[in-house]
């Protein structure tokens, strides 16, 4: 316990101001997209009429859809943001890993070890997540001027009640300490591999199982559910089997893109043409997780992209509850693939500069065996572009799937033309990403050994 008590202030020292600033900016962006999505679903919730009596005409009468619309963005985007703050987690506790190992080694028991470290993880969490509520109140108001066709919000609608902020900061700080606990388990089982970095990465053709059956799943359901269950409530079950799939299916893009990004990895590092291509394809297959993670956000973006392009092939209106919800479905879906990029961009760039920075030994290693800077921007870039046109065509397919089997019509030019400028503004992202870490690369690759 003394060796412990030591050994703490070691374990919690500041691993510098980046490093520990990345992790309380991912938590302070998911609670922020979280108190948005949800105050925002309230705030159509509360416009439905009362007793059920649905009118005839006016906002009332388009008010059940747009409620399922909202529901239907927020099972999209929470899952989302929620795995943005479990990534934080998992960051901040990597910035840690050799020195929990070296804890471990010198006495400390497991439980002790894992405590601190969770402590510290939760800390960060914690003050993430209370930044995050200030921006949720801060863009509220501006948000209560957007045009959804409909009597207009006020700020206080968008805000969530005065319980549900405690719960939010309370909900983030124990998924970023279920996360780290979990992510402890390589250094409470073998201290020695941690300090080592010596890991059999392998991943299971489970994960496309499992997505492949909520695809096979949604697709027999979209064939057949209308017609076993579209009498139960209106159709209202049919509604709500099909969001869960939906949801499922886009959330599965997590579970099987780490595996496609481990596959490919493999198979480009036997047939690299050149040296920035081996050595990017090997860091992918090394950690596709991480690779993966750079990217998810992005391809999640890629999909609400896809759905917006169907919304603005809808006919024209001819009533003015068509043109309201016309209204209300084009700014919806500008605003859900806003939050989505505003998502992505935080994801790719807290992920890109953490991945800098975990490799600063191999960065110096590699200068000082012969590889020049230049070469080492292009394998970087050539280990972020494979997960990019992985997540591009895996997006695509997850779209083009959606929109088919619900029955929509593409056939289009100016939908190509669209969700292509969509593809062009995550490549950009991307880009932006890489540019901002670069600096790093040179720093670290160039940093003086001792």
Same mark, same amino acid.
């Given at each position: 316990?003394?060796?412990?008590?030591?050994?703490?202030?070691? #374990?919690?020292?500041?691993?510098?101001?980046?490093?520990?600033?990345?992790?309380?900016?991912?938590?302070?962006?998911?609670?922020?997209?979280? *108190?948005?999505?949800?105050?925002?679903?309230?705030?159509?919730?509360?416009?439905?009429?009362?007793?059920?009596?649905?009118?005839?005409?006016?906002?009332?009468?388009?008010?059940?859809?747009?409620? #399922?619309?909202?529901?239907?963005?927020?099972?999209? #985007?929470?899952?989302?943001?929620?795995?943005?703050?479990?990534?934080?987690?998992?960051?901040?506790?990597?910035?840690?890993?050799?020195?929990?190992?070296?804890?471990?080694?010198?006495?400390?028991?497991?439980?002790?070890?894992?405590?601190?470290?969770?402590?510290?993880?939760?800390?960060?969490?914690?003050?993430?997540?209370?930044?995050?509520?200030?921006?949720?109140?801060?863009?509220?108001?501006?948000?209560?001027?957007?045009?959804?066709?409909?009597?207009?919000?006020?700020?206080?609608?968008?805000?969530?009640?005065?319980?549900?902020?405690?719960?939010?900061?309370?909900?983030?700080?124990?998924?970023?300490?279920?996360?780290?606990?979990?992510?402890?388990?390589?250094?409470?089982?073998?201290?020695?591999?941690?300090?080592?970095?010596?890991?059999?990465?392998?991943?299971?053709?489970?994960?496309?199982?499992?997505?492949?059956?909520?695809?096979?799943?949604?697709?027999?359901?979209?064939?057949?559910?209308?017609?076993?269950?579209?009498?139960?409530?209106?159709?209202?079950?049919?509604?709500?089997?099909?969001?869960?799939?939906?949801?499922?299916?886009?959330?599965?893009?997590n579970v099987v893109g780490p595996f496609v990004v481990w596959i490919t990895a493999r198979l480009l590092a036997r047939l690299a043409p050149s040296p920035a291509l081996l050595v990017g394809a090997r860091r992918l297959a090394a950690d596709p997780?991480?690779?993966?993670?750079?990217?998810?956000?992005?391809?999640?973006?890629?999909?609400?992209?896809?759905?917006?392009?169907?919304?603005?092939?809808?006919?024209?209106?001819?009533?003015?509850?068509?043109?309201?919800?016309?209204?209300?479905?084009?700014?919806?879906?500008?605003?859900?693939?806003?939050?989505?990029?505003?998502?992505?961009?935080?994801?790719?760039?807290?992920?890109?500069?953490?991945?800098?920075?975990?490799?600063?030994?191999?960065?110096?290693?590699?200068?000082? *065996?012969?590889?020049?800077?230049?070469?080492?921007?292009?394998?970087?870039?050539?280990?972020?572009?494979?997960?990019?046109?992985?997540?591009?065509?895996?997006?695509?397919?997850?779209?083009?799937?959606?929109?088919?089997?619900?029955?929509?019509?593409?056939?289009?030019?100016?939908?190509?033309?669209?969700? #292509?400028?969509?593809?062009?503004?995550?490549?950009?992202?991307?880009?932006?990403?890489?540019?901002?870490?670069?600096?790093?690369?040179?720093?670290?690759?160039?940093?003086?050994?001792?």
């Amino acid at each position: 316990m003394n060796a412990l008590l030591t050994a703490a202030p070691l #374990l919690l020292r500041r691993r510098g101001a980046l490093a520990d600033i990345l992790p309380i900016i991912a938590f302070a962006a998911a609670t922020a997209i979280l *108190a948005t999505v949800l105050g925002g679903t309230a705030a159509f919730i509360g416009r439905l009429p009362e007793g059920g009596q649905i009118p005839r005409t006016g906002e009332g009468s388009i008010i059940g859809l747009l409620v #399922l619309c909202a529901v239907v963005a927020c099972v999209l #985007l929470v899952p989302s943001a929620m795995g943005l703050g479990g990534s934080a987690a998992r960051l901040s506790l990597a910035r840690r890993e050799k020195d929990l190992a070296t804890t471990r080694l010198i006495g400390g028991t497991s439980a002790q070890v894992g405590g601190i470290a969770v402590l510290d993880v939760a800390a960060q969490a914690l003050l993430g997540s209370i930044v995050g509520i200030v921006l949720h109140i801060l863009v509220s108001p501006p948000l209560s001027r957007l045009d959804f066709g409909i009597a207009p919000f006020t700020t206080a609608d968008l805000l969530m009640p005065w319980w549900a902020y405690p719960l939010l900061v309370l909900g983030v700080v124990v998924l970023a300490s279920g996360s780290a606990a979990i992510s402890l388990t390589g250094v409470v089982l073998s201290p020695l591999g941690v300090a080592r970095d010596s890991r059999v990465v392998r991943m299971s053709v489970i994960r496309v199982l499992v997505w492949g059956a909520a695809v096979l799943g949604f697709l027999v359901f979209s064939q057949v559910g209308g017609a076993l269950f579209g009498d139960v409530a209106d159709g209202g079950f049919v509604i709500v089997v099909t969001v869960v799939f939906v949801g499922a299916i886009v959330a599965g893009l997590n579970v099987v893109g780490p595996f496609v990004v481990w596959i490919t990895a493999r198979l480009l590092a036997r047939l690299a043409p050149s040296p920035a291509l081996l050595v990017g394809a090997r860091r992918l297959a090394a950690d596709p997780r991480a690779g993966w993670r750079a990217v998810s956000g992005i391809t999640f973006a890629l999909v609400i992209a896809g759905f917006l392009t169907v919304l603005s092939l809808l006919s024209e209106p001819t009533t003015p509850e068509e043109a309201m919800m016309t209204t209300a479905l084009a700014t919806g879906g500008v605003l859900t693939l806003g939050i989505a990029a505003v998502l992505a961009a935080v994801s790719t760039g807290v992920t890109q500069t953490a991945r800098v920075i975990d490799q600063a030994p191999v960065l110096r290693s590699q200068h000082i *065996a012969g590889a020049q800077v230049p070469q080492l921007h292009r394998a970087r870039i050539a280990e972020i572009s494979v997960p990019v046109v992985l997540s591009t065509v895996l997006a695509i397919l997850t779209s083009a799937m959606v929109v088919a089997a619900l029955g929509f019509n593409t056939a289009n030019p100016a939908a190509a033309v669209q969700y #292509l400028a969509s593809v062009v503004g995550a490549y950009a992202l991307v880009i932006g990403a890489v540019l901002v870490a670069s600096p790093l690369v040179r720093r670290y690759a160039l940093r003086p050994v001792g």
